[in-house]
């Protein structure tokens, strides 16, 4: 048993569901049964112990020419049994311990004393982190990226399709679309305000704040921001002599949230924290496809907007009158027609050349105020145009993709959880271009733009059409930079309309595939039937396992080899030996001996006190008198004393077996030990 106990503490198994409060055995049971075994085996161990002294002890004291044993040879048994009397009776282990036999008895006293607690350290189960192992997960799918529709049928609202068949859907979303963004966004104005408290600013975008989420209240997301641009050198790029032009080019990656789901999934048999009371936690990274928004931002003069603001043109007149049913009543031309060249198309990327046409806008907004173009044809962005209270003039496109650049990283505890995004790493294995290789960069997602329209009325970003001066419109043109470079002390337009359109992102990839692209039906966005899909991914979780939590513990790995070791050692010499004899180290066996025995002059004075001193290291000896099969114990080689007989002679007797066993034993040259 002993060396099965040390194999599983070098095992180190860990037990997943077995041991769990939902589980087939409870963890404080398990402990208990662990310890129940330990104290069994400890008591196993002192038991042979004991009985492998004696009997090299009393085989000793009987062999003739052997040197015999001493006093403090006998308290070996103590050390064992008693460890404390290692200190009260520490005469004995000075005289003792040094011998052979006393190296083997202490460290057997040692093992005895440290057994339970070498146990509870490197077997007794106990939650512990694992390795990190390569896993492949499944997750569900249900849906392609970005189904407006797919969203807005499973946001949760009491007024039903029934009730209100036509918005009840749009103002569930709407609802939710402002609710998320407005608290992620003052989550992280919040932290720009600490940022700007500590001295920590920078005009370097990979060392600002960064984007950050809520999912399901309950897990905090952190987003990413790659492909950074200088965008100093953009906005030279293009500007003209006669005009120093601000562009800014921020992308935002966002987590891919399908992994939240698959952590859940039963297929994947996965701890959650909640089966060990709140205990257990786990860390996942997924090879997976993250989603990411795109913002450009370039500043525009007046002059620049007139091919692109309808109010501008000569059919518009100047006319900002029924705005409210923009673009229904207004003539306005459709595809094939590309629209008005600008003077931004190559920011853009508007034209013929770039397969997009420009957005139109009803009019040039107020100061403080925004107005949003989110009705382009095939349109793969939406358009927003701003006013600072300075009259300047910003144009802002927002696009969606998923980027192969990242893996997506999820850390669950009961108090909550942590997502976040892993980008642009080389040594990151798990970048899902490393798991599709073909797998193509950045593709535009012409669906998201519908869902980013619901967004942006939600947001309130198009009340500049009525002068609404709505107060995330007058936040947002407060951050429109001022200068060709980054404001250390304030985020900017561009950053900010990332953070709001984050929870855009992880609505749109929640059921969605966990590869690049809707390996379904094309004409059918929407599965009857989720289906399972897999992801390479590794996974480190927390669960009852055995083996030390501390590095120094491992120590105690040498406690548990020697028990087995000594058990080993004592079996091998039971068997050598072919039968045991009297033991006679034993108290009740020892009495009987020595009063039976005839006084010895060698402990004179001992009988008050005990033995002390050199009268600890005296040779005694147990001997026969074959005659009448009386046995004694005497000091050195003394013959035997010569007492009257109790038995009667006037008969034969057969020789008894003890007879023998001293006969054989008594002839020999030596003991072994």
Known sequence: MSGLWFGVAVAKPRFGHGIAHTGRLPPPTATLIAAAIAKSIELSFVTVFVAFLGQVLSRRALVKKSKGITISEMSMRGWVMQPGTLITHWETVRYAALTFLGLIALSGALIAMLYTTASESLVSPKLKMGAVEDRQLYGKVATQFANEQY??????????ELVD????????????????????????????????????????????????????DNTTVQGSWIGVENMTELSKKYSSDDYDRIVLNITMAMPHTGVFAAMRDPVNNIMQPQDLEGLGQYDVQASVPSPVTNVICASMQPEELTPIVFSEWPAGNGSTTNLTNWPIDFDIPTYPDWLNATSVDDIFGFGEKYGRRPPTFPKLPVPYNTVLNVTGWFADSIYLLATSATGDYTMCSLRASLTTKCSTHYHASLSGGTMDTRCEDEKD?????????????GVINKDWATVAAEWGRALSLNAGITDGAASNARLLTQLIPTSQAL?????????????????????SSTDSPYIHFWNYSTTVPTLQEAQYQSFRATLQTKDFASGGTQKWQGVFYIVLFLTFATNVFCLVYFLLRHGLVTDYIEPQNL???????????????????????EELIMNWHIKMDQEREHFYIENGQGPPVKRKSVRPLDFEMDTSPIVNTYTKLSNRHSSIL
């Open 165 to 216: 068949p036509d918005y009840s859907g749009s103002t569930c979303i709407a609802i939710e679309h402002s609710g998320q963004a407005y608290h992620n966004y003052m989550q992280y104005l919040t932290n720009w305000t600490d940022s700007i408290s500590r001295g920590a600013g920078s005009d370097d975008l990979s060392k600002r704040p960064a984007p950050l989420a809520m999912l399901y």
């Open 429 to 441: 294995e798990l970048a899902y271009g490393k798991s599709y290789e073909n797998a193509t960069d």
């Open 487 to 507: 404001d250390p002390s304030l985020p900017s337009i561009a950053e900010a309309l990332s953070v709001l359109a984050g929870c855009t992102l992880l609505l």
């Open 591 to 613: 009495f009987a001996l020595s009063l039976n025995s005839p006084p010895s002059r060698a402990l004179d004075g001992a009988c008050g006190s005990g033995p002390e001193g």
């Open 151 to 160: 969203i807005q049928q499973h946001c949760q609202t009491p007024i039903s």
